[in-house]
């Protein structure tokens, strides 16, 4: 891939879960009621590996669900005007608990809207947080991260790509017009 810069390599991307697993359960006073939603594609392996770091600081690994949002990618020219939730059964219980949405790249923020009205159909949880690896700004709703990997400012016209070994065989951050 032909790209303008590397942002993050596999140690940065590593450091950055590990701090946002520190982050988490620091806020919520541990685990208890916790759960990691990964939004379908590469939040679920960022889940997982955020439940891991947990897994190593708490003892105890949170449930993970994942979240299949038909793509409204923001990076890419060709997209829907809203998304649209694929599948509504997410893997694990929301009602009462503290869900945290893991995702790579925030951008509009119009994809996470859609994952939290997706879990909120699912039943009332007590809280929702959001995760993101990279936040790339250019926000077209209110919606702000409660725990960011790194924030990128960006223009538009460029392309914020988080590649990771589960699904891309490497583990970096680049960016390309």
């Given at each position: 891939?032909?790209?303008?810069?590397?942002?993050?390599?596999?140690?940065?991307?590593?450091r950055a879960l590990i701090?946002?697993?520190?982050?988490?359960?620091?806020?919520?006073?541990?685990?208890?009621?916790?759960?990691?939603?990964?939004?379908?594609?590469?939040?679920?392996?960022?889940?997982?590996?955020?439940?891991?770091?947990?897994?190593?600081?708490?003892?105890?690994?949170?449930?993970?669900?994942?979240?299949?949002?038909?793509?409204?990618?923001?990076?890419?020219?060709?997209?829907?005007?809203?998304?649209?939730?694929?599948?509504?059964?997410?893997?694990?219980?929301?009602?009462?608990?503290?869900?945290?949405?893991?995702?790579?790249?925030?951008?509009?923020?119009?994809?996470?809207?859609?994952?939290?009205?997706?879990?909120?159909?699912?039943?009332?949880?007590?809280?929702?947080?959001?995760?993101?690896?990279?936040?790339?700004?250019?926000?077209?709703?209110?919606?702000?991260?409660?725990?960011?990997?790194?924030?990128?400012?960006?223009?538009?016209?460029?392309?914020?790509?988080?590649?990771?070994?589960?699904?891309?065989?490497?583990?970096?951050?680049?960016?390309?017009?």
């Amino acid at each position: 891939m032909n790209y303008k810069a590397e942002i993050m390599d596999e140690k940065a991307i590593d450091r950055a879960l590990i701090r946002i697993s520190h982050e988490i359960v620091e806020r919520n006073k541990g685990i208890e009621n916790l759960v990691l939603i990964g939004i379908m594609r590469r939040g679920v392996p960022l889940a997982n590996r955020l439940a891991r770091y947990i897994e190593r600081i708490e003892g105890k690994r949170p449930p993970i669900g994942s979240l299949d949002i038909t793509l409204y990618r923001d990076d890419l020219t060709t997209k829907l005007e809203q998304p649209i939730v694929k599948k509504r059964d997410i893997g694990v219980d929301v009602i009462g608990k503290i869900v945290v949405l893991v995702d790579d790249v925030i951008y509009t923020g119009r994809t996470v809207r859609a994952a939290m009205d997706a879990v909120i159909d699912l039943g009332r949880p007590k809280s929702i947080q959001l995760a993101e690896l990279i936040d790339r700004g250019h926000r077209e709703l209110p919606i702000r991260p409660d725990y960011v990997g790194k924030n990128v400012p960006t223009s538009k016209s460029e392309i914020v790509s988080v590649m990771l070994e589960e699904v891309d065989n490497v583990n970096k951050v680049v960016i390309s017009e």
